[in-house]
C-alpha cells in the first residue's frame, strides 16, 4: 500500500488565487512527520514546511501553510496569492518513527502546479 | 555556505561500467542521504548515513555501495551499472532533531545506455 498519496498530478491555477494540493499518508506509528518540498523545473528540491504528529497548531511559513488532520491522515499543503513563480513540482513526504535517528523519508509521487498569468 | 555539493551533474555511463557519485556537505550535518528520483516519480532512499562509519540500507539498496569516512563526505558507488539505474540521484543531508528538514544537492542526472 502507498504510504503517501498524491492524488491530483497536474493542477493550473490563476495567479493570485489560493491552491490546495492534497496529501494522505498510512502509518501506524504514533510518532511522525510530514514535509512537503518544491521541485523547479530547474530540479533543486527546496524545503517548504514540516508537522509534526504531535503538534496542536497547523504549521505555517509565510505563504504557505498546512491542513493537517490527524484523523482523516491528511496534510494537504495550502499557497495563498499563488505566484507565477511557485510553478514547480510539490512532493509531500513522511518520516515515520526513527531508525538510529535517521530520518527514512518516504515521497510521494508530486503534483505538478502550474500558474496561469 | 555551499550547503550540499554534488558532483558530477551529468553523466552517461556504458553497461557494466562503474562510478562513484561524489556528495559532500559543509554544515556539519551527522546525518546523510542518497535517493534516486525515477522519471515522473518522487524519491526513493537508497542509503543512509547516521555518522562517520555507519551506514544502512534504505528502500532500493541494490546495486549501490556507500561509505562514510568523514562527516563531510558520502560517496555512491555503482558498481556494474545497468539501464534500471538510470536515474537522478540526490545527496541530502540533517541534523538529528525530527524537525529539522533534509537539505539536497542539486543531483546528478545519471544515463546508463
Known amino acids: 500500500a502507498q504510504k503517501i498519496t498524491q492524488t491530483q498530478p497536474g493542477m493550473f491555477v490563476q495567479e493570485k488565487e489560493a491552491v490546495t494540493l492534497d496529501c494522505t499518508y498510512d502509518?501506524?506509528?504514533?510518532?511522525?512527520?510530514l514535509f512537503w518540498y518544491k521541485q523547479p523545473s530547474s530540479g533543486e528540491m527546496i524545503f517548504l514546511i514540516y508537522?509534526?504528529?504531535?503538534?496542536?497548531q497547523n504549521a505555517t511559513e509565510g505563504r504557505y501553510s498546512l491542513n493537517f488532520q490527524k484523523a482523516r491522515k491528511s496534510a494537504n499543503l495550502v499557497i495563498s496569492a499563488s505566484q507565477l513563480g511557485d510553478s514547480a513540482m510539490y512532493f509531500c513526504a513522511m518520516r515515520e518513527g526513527r531508525d538510529q535517528g535517521a530520518q527514512k523519508l518516504v515521497f510521494g509521487q508530486g503534483t505538478r502546479l502550474t500558474i496561469n498569468p | 555556505n555551499a550547503g550540499v555539493t554534488q558532483t558530477p551533474k551529468f553523466r552517461i555511463l556504458k553497461i557494466g561500467q562503474s562510478m562513484t557519485l561524489q556528495c559532500t556537505q559543509d554544515m556539519n550535518h551527522n546525518y546523510m542521504y542518497w535517493y534516486r528520483q525515477d522519471p515522473g516519480m518522487g524519491l526513493k532512499l537508497i542509503y543512509y548515513?547516521?555518522?562517520?562509519?555507519?551506514?544502512d540500507k534504505g528502500e532500493v539498496p541494490n546495486g549501490y555501495n556507500v561509505s562514510r569516512s568523514t562527516t563531510e563526505d558520502f560517496p555512491l558507488r555503482l558498481e556494474l551499472a545497468a539501464p534500471s539505474q538510470t536515474s537522478v540521484y540526490f545527496c541530502?543531508?540533517?541534523?538529528?532533531?525530527?524537525?529539522?528538514?533534509?537539505?539536497f544537492g542539486d543531483g546528478t542526472r545519471l544515463s546508463i545506455l
Open positions: 508537522q509534526g504528529s504531535y503538534d496542536q
Open positions: 548515513s547516521v555518522g562517520a562509519g555507519i551506514t
Open positions: 502509518t501506524s506509528d504514533p510518532s511522525y512527520g
Open positions: 541530502a543531508s540533517s541534523y538529528p532533531e525530527d524537525t529539522q528538514p533534509q537539505h
